[in-house]
């Protein structure tokens, strides 16, 4: 397989992020997307202050010379956080789990959380690969499932 590694996100990369991330299963499985995942300009305007952002810690991750996802840290309630997404037709290759353990290295802060929607198995496979522990559980609206839904939290804390 080609290597995975990450590099700086630069402006262009979004168009692809924004295709990525509109994916219906990607969706489902994420549930706490956008409200409207297809809703360009509103995934553009994100980016844009995600860009301009400095306390938010962004990367694109790479196989070889493809873009196959990103990778990003940020306060979520407060609580400093991670965040992950992988084009569908790479998932099951194990490139989540060693973007994270790479970023992990960049994005130091600890502890570190991480929420995934209760069902989102691979994503809590992923957290558990990279030394993530359970560490609460909460309920809230996943607009992918227009429904209120558990949602694990997990914790790595060195
Ligand atoms: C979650 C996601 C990042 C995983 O990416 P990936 O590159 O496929 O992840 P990896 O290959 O590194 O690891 C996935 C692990 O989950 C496991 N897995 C996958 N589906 C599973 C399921 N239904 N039940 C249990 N484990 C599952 C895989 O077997 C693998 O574990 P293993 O290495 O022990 O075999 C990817 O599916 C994705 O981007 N989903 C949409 C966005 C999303 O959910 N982001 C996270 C939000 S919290």
């Known amino acids: ?14 168009e692809t992020f924004f295709e990525q991330q509109r994916d ?18 509103n995934f553009l305007a994100l980016w844009t202050g ?17 873009l196959v996802g990103n990778v990003v840290f940020f306060f979520q309630f ?4 991670v965040g992950y ?5 790479y998932w099951g290759r ?13 994005a130091t802060e600890r502890p570190i959380y991480a929420r995934t929607a209760f069902d989102n198995l691979a994503s809590q496979r992923v957290l558990a690969k ?13 607009a992918a499932r227009r429904e209120e839904i558990e949602e694990r939290i997990f914790v790595l804390r060195s």
């Open 24 to 41: 219906p299963i990607a969706c489902k499985m994420a549930a706490f997307t956008a409200d409207d995942p297809n809703d360009r300009a």
């Open 94 to 106: 194990g490139i989540a789990t060693q973007a994270l353990t790479e970023f992990l290295a960049i």
């Open 130 to 142: 990279c030394g993530f522990v359970p560490f609460d559980r909460d309920v809230a609206y996943a």
């Open 78 to 81: 407060g609580m400093p956080s």
């Open 50 to 66: 995600i860009l301009a952002n400095d306390e938010i810690i962004k990367r694109t991750i790479m196989l070889g010379d493809t």
């Open 85 to 89: 997404w992988i084009d569908r037709k």
């Open 1 to 14: 397989m080609d290597e995975v590694r990450l590099r700086e996100v630069v402006a262009s990369d979004v």
